[in-house]
């Protein structure tokens, strides 16, 4: 586009055209070269010799001459400003006094009085927070940055004044924008400045933005470039083809440098503005679709966990979970509490490697198998051996690692099995803390791998706390000492077990922001004294001999039963049921055989146990048999029933009766 030829039917252009011919020719003219050459003018001129209606001369080798390069000697910082589709202000002095305004600046806020102070006259800036910025800009020299700043809907009022030339007010906004703003120290050459309420036709020397001579207006043009920032819509070849020209040579801009008078600088700050309303609207749009995934992410992670934690009658359990990251790839970690019957309790945590709905599935798979596989009452490293066959199954990319643990009252200790998870900590009454360090075994879905049972300690008063990876876990430290501080801040944990979730999850640093999901599962085992130890009870008679344990263990637990004030119908179904459990026993067990009775302020449980590791099944008697009707006899009048083996190798049968409330 040829700049000079559409630039002169611009306002003042002819009179700025006939400014700069006499000052041309008042320039001294530059000496002839050697050899009758002369010296090509400035930015691309050429000298031709030829006249004005010759034809362009040739080269010595025939080709055409090169075209002659557009200049922008038509174009002033007025036009250049004025059409940038940015928000430009050129301001001087320590009360940032209104030197120049663009026209998108004046649609926007409305045209204001130049060589006002802009605190009075340009609010807009106080209420954007660049009145101090532009302070630092001043004194520090340094070029300074907002981003998207929110710029109310409507139009500010404004100051009274004449408005510049070209800055007709525009219809205002019908919403609100979000503009990027720099702010960029310029120098000002000359003083001339016009005075508040001036006239707009009453103007500095050409070559002048409003109020700032031609070297200040270079100075702007210049910085224009270092104000354009990524996000503006400023065609970059005309801020670099007018910029470029507009330094490198002030004949464009109608003034010489070298033959002005020296005058004292002013320094000032020039205001730029790049409208990225569009580019914060799409972020929002695009945040509110993450924020929505997340949303429907974490929903379908909880909704795998268990809603609401059974609650054992010998322990106190709770458990937290927190998801990870602000992304919608939630994680594998899973938890669960599950009653066995006769008392115990299974007690799973587990971290499915990997993060996103695929991770969450295997994860909810796994939980369920887990249920399943409980209800089984197997030792806890056979759960295990029967979930590391599954999860291959499921996903033979996909390893997880477990831990699962039971928890037996008669025993006080917590047996358990892990899967290449992080040791289960317990704390003992008198605060010392405890790794469980029996073997462990390798993730679930390596396959191979023959996997093991330990057991640490939970006496009455103790507390254990399980865990996954991310509660310890960081990047820049070794995960054994997540394991250690862990073990500090549980030693001095207490209060209620969700109390002490919350207090590792703090004290640990987890955070909204955290980058790997956290599962805490915490139980206690309460130390009972006073009326709730009287709610608590055991008692255990060792069956001796033969047919005649029988009639012994019948008045035994009728005692017992009486002792601990139960109504007689509820005493007489408990004799009932334990004549019938230790008859079985007596019938198809081995020694040694022993009846228990428990009571907690919830159920009354009787098992038996013997040597052989047979199981009962419960089975429809034909009228005409003689036997076989014992154990259905017991699921028949008990809340459930149940059997198991035990590991020194026999079996372990028991029931239940619920207590009545109060």
Not at 474 to 496: H, P
């Amino acid at each position: 586009m040829n700049f000079t030829r559409w630039s002169a039917r611009l306002p003042r252009t002819q009179r700025r055209i006939a400014a700069r011919a006499d000052r041309g020719a008042r320039r001294p003219q530059p000496a002839p070269a050697a050899g009758g050459g002369s010296v090509p003018a400035a930015r691309g001129e050429r000298a031709d010799p030829s006249g004005p209606g010759d034809p362009p001369a040739a080269t010595p080798d025939g080709a055409a001459p090169p075209a002659a390069v557009p200049t922008l000697d038509g174009l002033s910082v007025h036009d250049l400003l004025g059409q940038v589709p940015a928000l430009v202000a050129v301001v001087y002095g320590p009360e940032h006094r209104i030197a120049y305004l663009n026209d998108a600046y004046a649609d926007l806020f409305g045209s204001r009085a130049l060589g006002t102070p802009a605190r009075q006259a340009l609010p807009e800036l106080r209420e954007l927070g660049l009145l101090p910025l532009m302070d630092q800009v001043l004194r520090s020299g340094k070029p300074r940055t907002v981003k998207s700043r929110r710029v109310p809907a409507g139009r500010p009022a404004t100051t009274p004044g004449p408005r510049q030339e070209g800055s007709a007010p525009g219809p205002g906004r019908s919403r609100h924008g979000y503009y990027t703003f720099t702010c960029s120290p310029i120098e000002m050459a000359a003083p001339t400045v016009l005075a508040p309420g001036e006239p707009a036709d009453e103007r500095p020397a050409e070559g002048a933005v409003d109020g700032a001579p031609a070297d200040g207006a270079i100075a702007a043009a210049a910085l224009l470039r270092k104000a354009v920032t990524p996000e503006t819509a400023v065609p970059e070849t005309i801020v670099t083809d007018a910029v470029s020209d507009t330094v490198t040579g002030t004949a464009a801009l109608g003034t010489d440098p070298a033959t002005d008078p020296a005058t004292e600088p002013i320094r000032g700050v020039l205001v730029f503005g790049a409208d990225v309303t569009d580019q914060v609207e799409s972020a929002e749009r695009l945040r509110a679709s993450e924020r929505l995934q997340r949303e429907a992410a974490v929903t379908l992670q909880r909704s795998l966990l268990p809603q609401e934690l059974e609650q054992p009658d010998d322990l106190r359990v709770a458990a937290t979970y927190q998801p990870g990251g602000t992304d919608a790839a939630v994680g594998g970690d899973w938890y669960d509490v599950i009653t066995l019957g006769a008392g115990r309790t299974a007690l799973v945590i587990g971290d499915v490697m990997g993060r996103g709905m695929r991770a969450a599935a295997v994860m909810g798979q796994l939980r369920t198998a887990v249920r399943a596989y409980a209800r089984l009452d197997l030792p806890p490293h056979e759960v295990l051996q029967l979930l590391d066959g599954l999860a291959a199954e499921i996903d033979p990319h996909q390893i997880a690692t477990c831990v699962y643990a039971v928890h037996d009252p008669n025993e006080n200790r917590l047996v358990y099995a892990s899967a290449g998870h992080l040791p289960i900590l317990v704390r003992d009454p008198d605060g010392t803390v405890r790794r469980a360090s029996e073997p462990t075994g390798p993730p679930l879905g390596t396959g191979g791998w023959l996997h093991t049972s330990g057991s640490v300690p939970l006496a009455p008063g103790a507390s254990a706390v399980l865990y996954t990876d991310g509660l310890v876990e960081r990047r820049d430290k070794d995960i054994y000492d997540g394991v250690a501080a862990l073990e500090r801040v549980f030693a001095g944990a207490t209060g209620s077990p969700q109390v002490m979730c919350d207090r590792l999850i703090r004290a640990l640093g987890i955070t909204a922001e955290h980058d790997d999901d956290v599962a805490v599962l915490v139980l206690q085992h309460p130390a009972r004294t006073g009326h709730d130890a009287e709610l608590f009870h055991n008692a255990a008679l060792e069956l001796l001999g033969g047919v005649e344990a029988a009639p012994r263990a019948r008045a035994f637990a009728s005692g017992v039963l009486a002792s601990w004030r139960f109504p007689v119908e509820l005493r007489d179904l408990g004799v009932l049921a334990a004549s019938e459990l230790v008859a079985n026993s007596l019938q198809h067990g081995t020694p040694p055989m022993r009846l228990r009775l428990r009571r907690t302020d919830r159920r009354l449980i009787i098992e038996v146990t013997d040597g052989d590791d047979h199981l009962p099944r419960r089975r429809r008697a034909e009228p005409v048999d003689e036997a076989g009707r014992g154990i259905s006899i017991v699921a028949t009048i008990a809340s459930s029933w149940g059997s198991r083996r035990t590991p020194g190798g026999g079996k372990a049968v028991w029931c239940e009766f619920a207590l009545p409330a109060g």
